[in-house]
């Protein structure tokens, strides 16, 4: 397992120094068939950690395992983090002036339909009633009109969106394109050093991240985010409290503050 780990810092060195790539890094790492915690030196490790009863409900019947409270996030997520930081590095190189009129007419002419609409908010979701008046009420603000304005619409993009807002949304994403384009390497390197990151924490930091659960507690937990009431051990409460109802009235706190 330390040989394990000690890969994987020296991984991450390279990532950090550019002596490897973060496809030649994730392909070892993060490709192997066997995740790391399936590895069975590392089953073993966490045998010899595991207590010998429930942390949660004292219970000593096996099999005892090794509940997480810590999970590593997925690459995606991490990219999901990591982008902003870099999509700011060209956020304003491109500006609402910038984009022609063509263009905004090239995504126009995709909305080929046209709907009825709410004056007031411009929203399609509108009833037309057969005796009353006015004629319409908004199914969305409530509003009630005789004379809905027309909106153009496509089936697959919904309305079309007002020139000004087109614009923006234009320039957002040529500016999306481009921190892509320019920071696509950092972003991917940055998430692979945060996923080697993770997988170093999941595999060593168990004193903090993990506790000692029977099969029962770690169901609960797991499937209904249940425990046993601490005070009594019977009724089931959510994992965030301490004692179930009937203790509290006892004098038992609901929750403790730590
Ligand atoms: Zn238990
Ligand atoms: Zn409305
Ligand atoms: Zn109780």
Known sequence: MKI??????????????GTMTYQEVSNIVFSSG????????WRNQRKDFIKE????????????????????KSYKKHIREIYPIYYQKVDGVYNENEISDKEIQDVLKLFTETRDACP???????????????????GRCKIEFDKP???????????????????KKLVREKTQLLAWEKYEVEIKTEAVIRSIDDSIRYLTNWEEDTKTFCKRCAFLWDKYRKKPCKVCGEKLV???????????????????IE
Not at 54 to 66: F, H, I, Y
């Open 34 to 41: 066997t995740k790391p915690w399936q590895r069975k030196e």
């Open 53 to 72: 009863q429930c942390e949660q409900c004292g219970s000593k019947q096996q099999p005892l395992v090794l509940q997480h409270f810590w999970h590593p």
């Open 120 to 138: 007031s908010c411009q929203k399609i979701s509108i009833n037309e009633r057969k005796t009353m008046t006015p004629k319409y009420r908004c």
């Open 149 to 167: 304005i027309k909106l153009k619409f496509s089936t697959q993009h919904g309305v079309a969106p007002h020139p000004d807002e087109l614009r």
């Open 238 to 256: 959510s994992t965030l409290m301490h004692a179930c109802y009937k203790c509290q009235q006892e004098g038992h706190p609901g929750v403790l």
């Open 4 to 17: 394990y780990l000690n890969e994987l810092k020296s991984y991450k060195s390279s990532l950090q120094n």
